[in-house]
């Protein structure tokens, strides 16, 4: 874990720079972690940076904390340890990542669930352990087609319709700064999608061009 001079010093950096512009976490995040007993959570550097990682962040084990709120199911899973991904593992996430409504599944990119990963491993390496949401991974044409009718934010050529796209989110962090973690490993594109409300918006990611948008 980095420690808090590591913090406070990549805060003064980044606050000379002009760079920290916006909160890390929501209030009532913030809140609940201040007052939760025994807890102590060093805080987060302002802005999040995959290239500043070293080789021992990628050659570690990999397990992935994951929350599926539609179906309600919780899992850790380790999928990657040396060197290797582990078969049983992997189908587990694949189900995992599934269509809950089509009630259907398919293989999902191992780049994907890399990013997922290196997502919710970074941010952990600042005292921000959290299981990450998953909202949506796989989708079927049909779902895909009924989400375009109900007027959700939905492309007719998703990648979700090929195991390459996750819409996700992590309890505590806004869009922006999760949005900006998932980019900065420029692994494929980035959307941001804001909402109020206690949960916020989400943040989708996928393994195709770099890009990024905002809806």
């Known amino acids: ?3 808090r001079r590591d913090f406070l010093h990549h805060g003064l950096r ?5 760079l920290v512009a916006v909160p890390l ?3 009532q995040a913030a809140r609940s972690q201040t007052e939760a007993p025994g807890t102590d959570l060093e805080p987060p550097p302002d802005l999040f940076d995959a290239q500043v990682v070293d080789i021992d962040f990628w050659v570690k084990p990999r397990t992935l904390s994951v929350i599926r709120p539609q179906s309600g199911e919780r899992a850790n899973v380790l999928y990657w340890k040396d060197g290797e991904v582990i ?4 189908q587990e996430l694949c189900h995992l990542l599934r269509d809950v409504n089509g009630k259907a599944s398919i293989a999902i990119d191992p780049k ?3 990013t997922l990963w290196a997502s919710q491993a970074f941010v952990a390496r600042y005292g921000l352990e959290r299981p ?3 909202l949506s991974g796989y989708r079927t044409p049909a779902s895909n087609n009924r989400l375009i009718e109900q007027g959700v934010p939905a492309a007719r050529q998703s990648l979700h319709m090929s195991g390459k796209a996750a819409d996700v989110r992590i309890a505590g962090l806004t869009e922006e700064v999760l949005g900006g973690l ?10 941001f999608y804001y909402r109020s409300g206690p949960k916020g918006g989400w943040i989708h990611t996928d393994t195709g061009l770099n890009r990024t948008w905002k809806g």
Request: hydrophobic share 50%.
């Open 1 to 3: 874990m980095a420690s």
């Open 14 to 18: 980044l606050t000379a720079l002009g």
């Open 25 to 27: 976490v929501d209030a």
């Open 87 to 90: 078969d049983s593992a992997y």
């Open 112 to 114: 994907l669930i890399e």
């Open 132 to 134: 990450l949401e998953i």
């Open 182 to 191: 998932v980019k900065s490993f420029r692994k494929g594109g980035v959307g």
